[in-house]
């Protein structure tokens, strides 16, 4: 028996060895593609983050397949097919929840056979780091780390917190789709080294276009090579917030030492004159400083975004060894920024930390959560119940078979139908307290640019489910407004913080996890990708949150007429409804100001601000202060336990305007394309309201019964130019 044991191990183990896979860091590993995430390895938790293949020569994959957890930990598994970037390079997109774990990536045919799988971990010792969720990420594309050096030196001052920077010098690292760049705050891109810019593909400049138009931020340096860079249109030229007009030698600085507040000179009479870029400014854009015949730093609203344009290079000698670069930056990020800024958690409520969040993603899961029709049972019905069938099961079986029927031995009978009555008494209290179809709550956001005439439409909705079921959930083709709503990217919600079902939640996920799918098309013409989820579980009573985005381009008639007299700082003209439904809640925002409409504004009606709207701050009216309260005190403070819908999406949606982390306490890191505040400041003001009712249906598909809407709230806003005078 010993030697017949001993045989089989003999044999066993050598063929062990020899069927088990070889590790990443095996010499003799002959995968025919390697795989990397992120940007240098680092991911933002809950936002989308390229797949980068590299590729052995020949071999031509067609589309990919990768296995992650989502906010829940439960696996989901990416469809999609692969973008060329050039010989051997190829990308794909996905989205991962947990800081911890592994990734299974796959690369397949043209026929769909399997070329090869890579598994690649997650952690500190892995080969992707996760970054979390509020945490700002930036991208720094310089031939060095100048920049990005010193953007962590002064990142307290930038976010009032730290942040996550990251230098790219390899255009073969920048990805092919707007929606991977989803994670980024800022993107600041340096232009002295001409060769990087000239490697950086038509896709990759259409990428940081598209990022920048659905609200992203784009920091351009440009100096010595404005000739080289801006003759040709279609490359880095289509950033230019104006017209260009050469490059001149600066001899003096002290335009830039007073701008940055330096007290350090940065050109000494000897030295050779700086190299700038000379812009004249188009309409709608922000010179600075003001008045300047050559403007250091040029402001431009670009869709939803901005485009921040310094034209001397800020990476080389003699600004990158100067101690006013940081506040340049600075300067250029945040324009009328408190240069003596640190973080603050002053206002920061202790509930925050108990309740496990501190991002208002976090506090916009409140209202989503409640379902009116979903009723929890009162605990002191649960303990008359649990007490009476005690006392039924006990003295009262007793006496029951005691004195009325004489045989004890019919406790089996009684005691059987005793429990069953009162199952079904629970059964039947249980399935009262909720309905029998699914529920839905959701917040739409539509945005609408009156200049570039594009719509992104922002969608939170929460599903819940009676009884364990799947459900699929797809594009609506068209919404209310008849908005074309088929460009749309669905995709699971995680939620920021360590609290109960949040991505950083150390809390197990449960035994026997049952995945679901995201499956990702390409529209080819501009590499923007669509996705849906199919076969999504959902547990018996329990909910699932989901979050999409749609965009398209606006055929609405913009008739708004805007003029700031800059002599009399005042704001005058006329505001449009160009929507066929009403908008309720009016109000126009414009840079510190807010006007107010105490009444509909009905379907095409024009309204003059002067004589129809009430002038107040815009901290005035998002911190809800009665009319007898100055402009400078009082006011409703905010409360983190707030399940007001409506009241937490005018915080999503202007955070900065009505005081930011000071006002709430709040950070609003997580999903930060909400917020709309920043574009105020750059010629621009924003006609928003709510409109009754459900807006864009996504089709969800699946489960037992019909689906309802419990719950809904949707709001527009409109970004309507102002002409100066």
């Given at each position: 028996m010993l030697r017949c044991f001993v045989l089989i191990i003999a044999i066993v183990v050598p063929a062990c060895a020899l069927t088990t896979p070889l590790s990443a860091d095996s010499p003799t590993d002959r995968r025919p593609f390697s795989a990397s995430i992120g940007f240098d390895g680092y991911?933002?938790?809950?936002?989308?983050?390229?797949?980068f293949f590299h590729c052995s020569a020949g071999l031509e994959p067609a589309s990919f397949v990768a296995v992650a957890a989502d906010g829940n930990?439960?696996?989901?598994?990416?469809?999609?097919?692969?973008?060329?970037?050039?010989?051997?390079?190829?990308?794909?997109?996905?989205?991962?929840?947990?800081?911890?774990?592994?990734?299974?990536?796959?690369?397949?045919?043209?026929?769909?056979?399997?070329?090869?799988?890579?598994?690649?971990?997650?952690?500190?010792?892995?080969?992707?780091?996760?970054?979390?969720?509020?945490?700002?990420?930036?991208?720094?594309?310089?031939?060095?780390?100048v920049v990005r050096d010193s953007i962590e030196a002064i990142e307290l001052q930038l976010f009032e917190q730290k942040c996550r920077a990251i230098a790219v010098d390899k255009s073969v690292d920048l990805p092919l789709t707007w929606q991977a760049y989803q994670g980024l705050r800022v993107i600041y891109w340096t232009t002295s080294s001409a060769e990087l810019v000239a490697a950086i593909s038509e896709q990759q400049l259409a990428a940081i276009e598209n990022w920048v138009n659905r609200g992203g931020k784009l920091v351009l340096a440009v100096g010595k090579n404005g000739d080289l860079l801006f003759d040709d249109p279609k490359g880095i030229a289509r950033f230019l917030p104006g017209k260009f007009a050469g490059t001149l030698p600066l001899k003096s600085s002290s335009q830039i030492e007073l701008y940055a507040s330096s007290k350090q000179r940065l050109l000494l009479p000897d030295d050779e004159p700086l190299t700038a870029t000379k812009i004249l400014?188009?309409?709608?854009?922000?010179?600075?400083?003001?008045?300047?015949?050559?403007?250091?730093?040029?402001?431009?609203?670009?869709?939803?975004?901005?485009?921040?344009?310094?034209?001397?290079?800020?990476?080389?000698?003699?600004?990158?060894?100067?101690?006013?670069?940081?506040?340049?930056?600075?300067?250029?990020?945040?324009?009328?920024?408190?240069?003596?800024?640190?973080?603050?958690?002053?206002?920061?409520?202790?509930s925050f930390v108990r309740m496990g969040y501190?991002?208002?993603?976090?506090?916009?899961?409140?209202?989503?959560?409640?379902?009116?029709?979903?009723?929890?049972?009162?605990?002191?019905?649960?303990?008359?119940?649990?007490?009476?069938?005690?006392?039924?099961?006990?003295?009262?079986?007793?006496?029951?078979?005691?004195?009325?029927?004489?045989?004890?031995?019919?406790?089996?009978?009684?005691?059987?139908?005793?429990?069953?009555?009162?199952?079904?008494l629970a059964m039947l209290i249980a399935r009262s307290t909720k309905p029998r179809e699914m529920q839905i709550n959701q917040l739409e956001i539509i945005d609408i640019d009156a200049v570039s005439l594009s719509i992104r439409g922002s969608i939170w909705t929460n599903i819940y489910s009676p009884s364990n079921t799947r459900v699929d959930v797809s594009p609506a083709l068209t919404n209310r407004l008849g908005i074309a709503t088929g460009r749309c990217s669905i995709s699971w919600l995680g939620l920021p913080g360590d609290g109960l079902g949040a991505m950083r939640a150390r809390t197990p996920t449960g035994l026997f996890l049952t995945g679901y799918e995201c499956i990702m098309d390409v529209e080819l013409s501009d590499n923007d990708f669509r996705s849906r989820l199919e076969s999504i579980p959902i547990r018996v009573s329990s909910t699932k949150p989901v979050f999409s985005q749609y965009w398209s381009e606006s055929t609405f008639a913009i008739n708004s007429r805007l003029q700031m007299n800059t002599a009399r700082n005042r704001l005058s003209g006329t505001v449009t409804n160009p929507l066929d439904v009403e908008l309720q809640n009016c109000r126009l925002l414009f840079e510190n100001w807010s006007y107010i409409l105490n009444r509909p504004l009905g379907p095409g009606e024009t309204i003059d601000i002067g004589s129809e709207m009430k002038e107040r701050t815009a901290a005035f009216y998002f911190s809800r202060r009665e009319e007898s309260e100055s402009d400078t005190g009082g006011g409703r403070p905010w409360d983190p336990q707030d399940d007001n819908l409506d009241r937490v999406a005018e915080m999503l949606m202007f955070h900065d305007a009505a005081g930011g982390r000071q006002y709430t306490g709040m950070t609003h890191g997580f999903q930060t394309y909400a917020e709309l505040s920043e574009p105020v400041i750059v010629h621009r003001a924003i006609l928003f309201g709510s409109i009754q009712g459900v807006c864009t249906q996504l089709k969800i598909e699946g489960g037992s019964g019909d689906v309802a809407y419990d719950y809904a709230s949707t709001w527009v806003r409109i970004v309507l130019p102002v002409e100066y005078k």
């Open positions: 991911f933002k938790l809950g936002s989308w983050t390229p797949i930990g439960l696996p989901v598994t990416f469809r999609g097919p692969v973008i060329s970037g050039g010989e051997g390079e190829f990308q794909g997109w996905l989205k991962i929840g947990r800081a911890d774990g592994s990734i299974q990536l796959e690369l397949l045919g043209n026929h769909r056979q399997s070329l090869g799988t890579v598994n690649l971990q997650i952690g500190e010792d892995g080969e992707t780091t996760a970054v979390d969720a509020t945490t700002p990420m930036v991208l720094t594309i310089e031939s060095g780390t400014p188009m309409a709608g854009a922000v010179a600075e400083p003001k008045n300047s015949t050559a403007p250091l730093v040029i402001r431009k609203p670009l869709g939803f975004g901005q485009v921040v344009l310094a034209t001397i290079d800020i990476d080389v000698a003699p600004l990158a060894a100067w101690s006013g670069q940081k506040n340049l930056l600075l300067k250029m990020t945040l324009p009328g920024l408190n240069l003596n800024r640190t973080a603050s958690t002053e206002n920061e409520s202790r501190r991002d208002l993603i976090g506090q916009l899961m409140l209202p989503l959560e409640n379902f009116s029709r979903v009723r929890f049972v009162n605990f002191t019905l649960v303990a008359v119940l649990i007490a009476l069938f005690i006392l039924c099961v006990g003295p009262g079986d007793y006496f029951l078979l005691r004195r009325l029927v004489g045989k004890m031995e019919w406790t089996w009978v009684t005691f059987s139908l005793m429990a069953i009555g009162f199952c079904g």
